[in-house]
Structure formats: structure tokens, C-alpha cells
């Protein structure tokens, strides 16, 4: 009988532990709760191998050219095939270096990839006239799309202060004027001098430089061998910007 009523107690002493442990357990989370916290792992996941891949990208490009752009390669659908020959910097006519600077970016030595005043500028003028700088054109053609949008502008925007940091200026102008489209189909600056004025990058004159700057906001409908009147001044307009940043030292980010 002892040993019974022993047994019992201790039966009727475990029960309240087990319902208590019962009680206390955490509730189930409901099957779509789970899926969500899923989904949102996966997409974190996801952004931060992009993130960690465009970083290595933008480091490999600042010693290695770009093998293609999104643009060279739907043009290259389009046309079936372009033309492209990548050039070194130091093998382009520092004239054409300017007059990129000139006609595009005026400011380029004097800003980290945005240039607030033209921003404020272009605020102003209701964005009537673009702001962006040498620096957000070279990240736009390199990674990303011509087709305007938020997405793209976004993108540009968080892009262009890490290219700003690991890029020196000079890369920069490298890049933008090996992967700038000069017309259809026409690729980089080496490709440009060929087919306008059967020349070279490296041997284009003042007047060459400023009339192929001129066609860089309108490639595909500007054409720097036959160049109309208005074109032909804002060419010379260009080539006397080139000079005056190099006389007052806007040209020493880039020149050696």
C-alpha cells in the first residue's frame, strides 16, 4: 500500500510540471507569417550579394575595361553588331579629355559626383536642363540602362560616391569616353575618330575634339563630320571651354 500511494503522489505531483511546460510553450506561427519572414530573408540575401557584386565590379573596372555595357548590347541586337575599340587614356589627345570636361561637366575636378549648384540650377529652371555630372553618365553607361527612370536614378545616385571613391578622376574620363556612344552603333572614342575623320584618338585636333563633344548629348542625330551651323558653333564654344579649364587649372584632376 506504501509503495501505491507513493507511485500516485508522485503521478499527481508530475502532472502540474507537464501542464505547465504546455503552458508556457511559444504558439505556433501561422504558415503565411513564416512565408513572408521567408520572402524577406531571401530578399535580403539577394540585395546583399548585389551590393557585394557591384562593389567588386566597380574595383575590377578600375584596372580591367568593361567587356560590354547593356547598351552596347542591345544596340548590338538592334544593328547586328557595333563598333567598339577600347583605347588607354594615355593614348587619347588631352584635348579630347577637356572637351568632354568642357561640354559636359565643367566642374568635374571641383565636385565628388554631384554637382549641387547645377542641381540647384536645374531645380530652379523647372529640370529643363540636365545636372548630371561626368561621373553619374560614366556609372549610368557602365551598369546600367539609358531608358529614364526612378529606378535608374536611384541607382545612379547610390552608385556614382563609391565609382567617386575607388575610380580617380582620370578613370573616369577613361571609361566615359571608351564606352560613350558617338552614333549608331559607334562606341568609344577610338571608334568616333575612325569613322568621322579617319584618324585616331590619340592625333584629334582641338576642332575634332569640340565637334565630337558637341554630339555626345545626341549621338544618333548628330554627325561630327558634316556638322550644320548651330553645331559647328557650339563645337568652337566647346573647344574654347577646353582651353580656359586648362588655363585656369579645372583640367588638374585628370591631366599629367
Given at each position: 500500500m506504501?509503495?501505491?500511494?507513493?507511485?500516485?503522489?508522485?503521478?499527481?505531483?508530475?502532472?502540474?510540471?507537464?501542464?505547465?511546460?504546455?503552458?508556457?510553450?511559444?504558439?505556433a506561427?501561422?504558415?503565411?507569417?513564416?512565408a513572408?519572414?521567408?520572402?524577406?530573408r531571401?530578399?535580403?540575401?539577394?540585395?546583399?550579394a548585389?551590393?557585394?557584386?557591384?562593389?567588386?565590379?566597380?574595383?575590377?573596372?578600375?584596372?580591367?575595361a568593361?567587356?560590354?555595357?547593356?547598351?552596347?548590347?542591345?544596340?548590338?541586337r538592334?544593328?547586328?553588331?557595333?563598333?567598339?575599340?577600347?583605347?588607354?587614356?594615355?593614348?587619347?589627345?588631352?584635348?579630347?579629355?577637356?572637351?568632354?570636361?568642357?561640354?559636359?561637366?565643367?566642374?568635374?575636378?571641383?565636385h565628388?559626383?554631384?554637382?549641387?549648384?547645377?542641381?540647384?540650377?536645374?531645380?530652379?529652371?523647372?529640370?529643363?536642363r540636365?545636372?548630371?555630372?561626368?561621373s553619374?553618365?560614366?556609372?549610368?553607361n557602365?551598369?546600367l540602362?539609358?531608358?529614364?527612370?526612378?529606378?535608374?536614378?536611384?541607382?545612379?545616385?547610390?552608385?556614382t560616391?563609391?565609382?567617386?571613391?575607388?575610380?580617380?578622376?582620370?578613370?573616369?574620363?577613361?571609361?566615359?569616353?571608351?564606352?560613350?556612344?558617338?552614333?549608331?552603333?559607334?562606341?568609344?572614342i577610338?571608334?568616333?575618330?575612325?569613322?568621322?575623320?579617319?584618324?585616331?584618338?590619340?592625333?584629334?585636333?582641338?576642332?575634332?575634339?569640340?565637334?565630337?563633344?558637341?554630339?555626345?548629348?545626341?549621338?544618333?542625330?548628330?554627325?561630327?563630320?558634316?556638322?550644320?551651323?548651330?553645331m559647328?558653333?557650339?563645337?568652337?564654344?566647346?573647344?574654347?571651354?577646353?582651353?580656359?579649364?586648362?588655363?585656369?587649372g579645372r583640367?588638374?584632376c585628370?591631366?599629367?
Amino acid at each position: 500500500m506504501a509503495r501505491s500511494t507513493r507511485s500516485g503522489g508522485a503521478g499527481r505531483k508530475s502532472s502540474p510540471r507537464s501542464g505547465s511546460g504546455r503552458g508556457k510553450g511559444r504558439p505556433a506561427t501561422p504558415p503565411g507569417k513564416r512565408a513572408r519572414r521567408w520572402a524577406i530573408r531571401q530578399a535580403l540575401r539577394l540585395f546583399g550579394a548585389f551590393v557585394i557584386l557591384l562593389f567588386l565590379a566597380i574595383l575590377v573596372f578600375r584596372f580591367v575595361a568593361p567587356p560590354t555595357t547593356w547598351t552596347m548590347v542591345s544596340e548590338g541586337r538592334r544593328l547586328d553588331g557595333i563598333t567598339r575599340e577600347w583605347v588607354p587614356v594615355d593614348e587619347i589627345a588631352p584635348v579630347m579629355l577637356r572637351s568632354a570636361v568642357a561640354a559636359e561637366d565643367a566642374n568635374f575636378c571641383l565636385h565628388w559626383g554631384f554637382d549641387m549648384s547645377a542641381i540647384r540650377r536645374a531645380l530652379n529652371e523647372g529640370a529643363v536642363r540636365g545636372a548630371s555630372t561626368l561621373s553619374q553618365q560614366t556609372v549610368k553607361n557602365v551598369f546600367l540602362w539609358q531608358h529614364r527612370s526612378w529606378a535608374r536614378k536611384a541607382l545612379e545616385a547610390g552608385i556614382t560616391p563609391v565609382a567617386e571613391i575607388v575610380w580617380p578622376k582620370r578613370r573616369i574620363l577613361e571609361l566615359y569616353l571608351n564606352v560613350a556612344e558617338f552614333g549608331e552603333g559607334i562606341f568609344g572614342i577610338e571608334a568616333a575618330a575612325n569613322f568621322y575623320f579617319g584618324t585616331t584618338a590619340a592625333k584629334l585636333t582641338a576642332r575634332q575634339a569640340g565637334l565630337l563633344a558637341a554630339a555626345l548629348p545626341a549621338p544618333k542625330a548628330r554627325n561630327p563630320s558634316a556638322p550644320p551651323d548651330w553645331m559647328r558653333r557650339r563645337g568652337a564654344a566647346i573647344e574654347d571651354g577646353a582651353a580656359t579649364i586648362a588655363r585656369d587649372g579645372r583640367a588638374a584632376c585628370f591631366e599629367r
